[in-house]
């Protein structure tokens, strides 16, 4: 019998919601930007075209990244500088040789594919059982490298410095969708970008290597175990993402100009991330359209905003909401995911065998007199431009310490600090330099405005972990420092000078050595809060979440109470350090507080030992120090080849480096002492003698064996 017709018309309307679904995860994000772009941000046909084309390059860095993202479990903040040398190389060729295009652009292309193998082998690859904050942490020291070799890259051909350089097109042409007129640039990534995307999508869905990448990207260890060759595929993976980086850049240069410096290539890691989170890191075809989009509204708020930094904050708006809508999950695969983002190492304190013996605890005194002491008597030996400099390195330790606080003892990850310093400093700059109101009250003041700005953002950590989560923090501090705390777009902001006036009414601290001490006394008392804090049920509290949560709640701890009194904490301590900051600076600028910071205050405390407070303070020495004392290129080497060296040596950092030193000290004392210590000597007891076996005695004879 025939089947009716009605019949026959549900299964069809039921085929069609089954499509939409499958495809909602898809078009439904660029669709929805689309949306907003159109009613909020309309623009004429030649501005939307020329969005598309924008969008379309920023597609290509973050499809690198999702791919990197699938093979690695990692944000590869360098992804956008992987491109940057070869089209350095394919622009000195065309000016400066005479190289014919395609001939220079053939070079770019194998240059690409050879420096992301290259990164791969010789960096990423060192830190392939590493945890993923560690790695995390080597792509933004990679983006220093990259950055610097982009610069450098010149000089070959006996140039200097590239400034945003143009590369003509290969043909001439020109029309105009107005109001715009394009040109053969524009053509080119027209049909060059999208003919990329299909080409990749081919590549991993019916390719043999592709059809690898996909299955190596679910499970690492399971696809070692039934014979992928990961480690090879990963190394394709990062020449394809350098291949996409250097066709974006490459494009890009010859329609907007050549980035080549960290700062512009930032502008379109942001826009990559955002596309990232509405794909959700792994849906390639959410995340290419999301970007295109993106790059439409992104116009159009140029279009018809007041100021272009205007985009920022709805970039940030956007990767918000597409994190909040994100499913939360609690399964197995996603704490294992997660745990790989917690790198803290606890510190063990001397063993109570040896913490009452006279030699250890008068060498303990000697150390901590000869610290202080040292510390006193800098700025004596310093002139006052370098006391200066010294006063900002402990301020920045006093930054640290706060990622200590929420990264290291609570596992959080956090890439925004730089939003609550910069909190901090707003308020310190408007109690102190408009209302005149003495130090102490502005530190208290800004102290509570950072707990309280922390625990509104700390909110979102009840639903993202790990990589979420430091996505999310990363946000908060863009709309932060590019909208909320603009004086361009909010009067209140403080513009006047903030005079050092006398401390308590008594006390001058207008000098640089004034300034130095206030930040000297403002870091011991932040040290002595935390050590009573990591002492207290808080502390260990906090510490028992980063090892384990289902099993820290399960003994009744309420783990969304804990998590936000690490935000608070954290966040009161940045803000703390932010207002001295002010008024070392005697102003609030914008420079300090650049969204670009946030990588490197993470950064600096990793390297330190993001566990332990001489970690914090270590890395702070180490890398603002560099930044401040050395020359800019040698500012850039080490900052990033330096970054790379110190994570591959010294996994826990210098601060591990330090205690290891110290249990290697504590050793001897045992070992002299005869004292025995199993916390010390457990990892370091040589291993059993194998024990000979002893000759059977001969058996006499006519008796049984």
Not at 204 to 209: D, F, G, K, P
Not at 251 to 260: E, H, K, M, T, W
Not at 384 to 405: C, E, F, M, T, W
Not at 577 to 603: D, M
Request: net charge positive; proline share 6%; with cysteine.
């Amino acid at each position: 019998m025939m089947q009716a017709p009605p019949a026959r018309h549900r299964r069809v309307e039921i085929d069609a919601v089954a499509r939409a679904r499958r495809l909602a995860p898809t078009v439904g994000p660029a669709a929805g930007v689309l949306v907003v772009q159109l009613v909020l941000f309309p623009m004429p046909a030649g501005v939307f075209l020329r969005g598309v084309i924008i969008g379309g390059l920023t597609a290509l860095v973050a499809l690198g990244m999702a791919l990197i993202y699938r093979s690695n479990r990692i944000l590869n903040f360098a992804q956008a500088d992987l491109g940057g040398p070869p089209a350095v190389i394919v622009y000195m060729l065309i000016t400066a040789s005479g190289v014919n295009y395609f001939l220079a652009l053939a070079a770019g292309l194998a240059a690409s594919v050879v420096l992301g193998a290259l990164v791969e082998l010789a960096v990423i690859r060192r830190f392939f059982r590493a945890p993923r904050l560690i790695l995390t942490v080597v792509t933004i020291g990679l983006t220093q490298l990259l950055a610097l070799t982009a610069i450098l890259l010149p000089r070959a051909w006996g140039g200097e410095r590239l400034l945003a350089p143009r590369i003509a097109p290969p043909f001439d042409l020109r029309f105009e969708v107005s109001p715009i007129i394009f040109n053969g640039n524009d053509l080119l990534a027209v049909v060059v970008v999208p003919l990329a995307m299909v080409a990749l999508a081919l590549f991993l869905r019916y390719s043999a290597v592709g059809i690898a990448i996909r299955a190596g990207a679910d499970n690492v260890d399971r696809a070692s175990l039934l014979g992928v060759p990961v480690k090879r595929l990963q190394t394709v993976v990062w020449s394809l993402a350098g291949l996409l980086a250097f066709i974006a850049l490459f494009l890009r240069a010859g329609i907007l100009g050549l980035p080549v410096t960290s700062a512009l290539s930032l502008g379109i890691l942001l826009r990559s991330l955002a596309a990232l989170m509405l794909g959700r890191l792994t849906n390639l075809g959410a995340i290419g359209s999301s970007a295109v989009a993106l790059g439409v509204l992104e116009t159009g708020v140029a279009w018809n905003a007041s100021s272009p930094l205007l985009i920022d904050p709805i970039l940030a708006v956007v990767i918000v909401v597409a994190l909040l809508a994100r499913r939360r999950s609690s399964s197995r695969a996603e704490d294992s995911e997660t745990s790989t983002w917690q790198a803290a190492e606890e510190v063990r304190p001397i063993p109570r065998e040896l913490s009452g013996v006279r030699e250890v605890r008068v060498v303990r005194l000697l150390v901590g007199l000869t610290i202080l002491s040292a510390a006193v008597g800098l700025p004596h030996l310093l002139p006052p431009d370098k006391s200066l400099k010294a006063s900002a390195v402990l301020i920045y330790g006093i930054l640290g310490l706060s990622l200590v606080v929420l990264t290291g003892w609570a596992g959080q990850v956090s890439i925004g600090q730089v939003a609550f310093f910069a909190i901090g400093a707003v308020v310190g700059a408007k109690l102190v330099g408009d209302w005149h109101l003495d130090l102490t009250i502005a530190l208290v003041a800004a102290a509570a405005a950072g707990a309280a700005a922390a625990v509104v953002v700390g909110l979102p950590a009840l639903r993202v972990r790990g990589l979420y989560l430091a996505v999310t923090t990363f946000a908060f501090s863009l709309a932060t420092t590019s909208y909320l705390l603009n004086r361009r777009f909010f009067a209140w902001i403080p513009t006047n000078r903030v005079e050092r006036r006398p401390l308590l009414g008594r006390i001058h601290i207008d000098s640089p050595t004034g300034i130095y001490y206030v930040a000297l006394v403002g870091l011991l008392l932040a040290i002595a809060a935390l050590r009573g804090v990591r002492h207290s049920r808080t502390g260990r509290v906090l510490i028992a979440l980063r090892e384990n949560e289902r099993t820290t709640m399960a003994v009744g701890v309420n783990a969304v109470r804990a998590k936000l009194t690490a935000f608070a904490i954290s966040g009161a301590i940045a803000s703390y350090a932010g207002c001295i900051f002010v008024l070392h600076q005697q102003a609030f600028g914008e420079g300090p507080y650049f969204a670009g910071e946030n990588f490197s205050v993470f950064t600096m405390v990793v390297i330190g030992g993001i566990a332990s407070v001489p970690g914090a303070l270590l890395g702070a020495a180490f890398l603002r120090s560099s930044q401040w004392f050395l020359p800019t290129t040698w500012q850039l080497l080490v900052s990033g080849g330096g970054v790379v060296l110190v994570l591959l040596v010294l996994p826990s950092g210098l601060g591990g480096l330090l205690y290891e030193l110290r249990d290697l000290w504590l050793r001897s004392v045992a070992r002299r002492r005869h004292i025995i210590v199993p916390s010390l000597l457990a990892d370091t007891a040589p291993p059993p003698e194998p024990v000979e076996p002893r000759p059977r005695a001969p058996v006499p004879a006519g008796t049984a064996p």
